[in-house]
């Protein structure tokens, strides 16, 4: 029984966790809650070396998208949420 009990909980977990995910995919947090700033952070942490990044492929040096914060994001960006690819 108590290994019953487990499964249902770890279900139960991972609903939790896929509903979890799919409601923080949905809400961008605003740049000035994410610290973000257009310069580069320490160690030069940059925003296009990050993996929540996404550029602009027809124009490199131009401000892309970020999976977490909302608006232009520049290349050469930093934020709290900074991710190495």
Do not use: N
Not at 69 to 80: D, R, S
Request: net charge positive.
């Amino acid at each position: 029984m108590p290994k019953r009990r487990r499964v249902t909980l770890g279900l139960g977990g991972f609903v939790w966790l896929a509903s979890t995910r799919a409601l923080l995919a949905d809400t961008l947090e605003s740049p000035k809650a994410a610290g973000y700033t257009d310069q580069h952070g320490t160690d030069g942490d940059v925003c296009a070396t990050c993996q929540f990044f996404r550029p602009d492929h027809a124009a490199p040096a131009r401000a892309g998208r970020c999976q977490l914060v909302a608006g232009p994001i520049m290349p050469t960006g930093h934020c709290y949420f900074y991710a190495r690819r």
